[in-house]
């Protein structure tokens, strides 16, 4: 709870800004699909914001004007059709100080940079997702997708590689906030399947009445829809 106001300075505020990052799963992200809100206490709302083309959640400014401990927590609000949405709520810890004639504030998450994570409702075997990456720094990493897969048993594998950068930032309280962008967009594997055709063989019996039956006497044919000779053979001359 807030402690006191600084004396002689009924106006003095600090801002803090709250940076978060969101993850989708199964799709791209365009931008104002989802929505956050800052939560106080009480539960009620004090900032409210949408994810941006790349994942990056970013609050307007909320001002402190108390020195004080401040527990707020962080929260998806919605998610649009055709995603779960991510019901984890990441608890806030705020502090503010008096510094002089102002304040200083620092911002911390007891349950790490909060990251929300959405799945497109995709079929579950079309999802591809990998372990989680740490980073203990900011900086740009290029990773590159590639399907390992060789071909075989009817499958063919798409040799495609897709570029992966991941932008690590400090939010300038020590939290590092990761977002991942693919400039070629969202990384999209496809496999053709070619069946192994279908064996059947079509086979009859030759009777003989009044003679002894002579192997290679006697021809057949078979025929398609259309009339058309497809194979030919003789009695008793099987295809092996």
Known sequence: MPDENIEGSAVAFVNVDFTLYKNAIGSALAGGEFEFALLDE??????????????????????????????????????????????????????????????????????GTPGFRNYNQVPPCSII?????????????????????????????????????VTVTDDGYGNLVATVDYPSGYPEFTNTYKPKPAVVTISAIKKAIGAQLPCGKFEFGLFDEDGSLVFKAKNGIMDV
């Open 42 to 111: 009480s539960g009620t709302q004090k900032a409210v914001a949408e994810n941006t083309a790349n994942g990056l959640i970013k609050f307007n400014p909320v001002p402190f004007t108390k020195a004080g401990e401040y527990d707020y927590t962080l929260k998806e609000l919605s998610a649009p059709d055709g995603w779960d949405a991510d019901k984890t709520e990441y608890p806030v810890h705020i502090s503010v100080k008096q510094v002089d004639s102002g304040f200083a504030a620092s911002v911390s998450y007891s349950d």
């Open 129 to 165: 997702q990998f372990s989680a990456l740490s980073f203990d720094k900011p900086g740009v990493y290029e990773y590159t997708l590639k399907e390992l897969t060789q071909s075989g048993n009817g499958w063919e594998t798409d040799n495609s590689e897709i570029k992966v950068i």
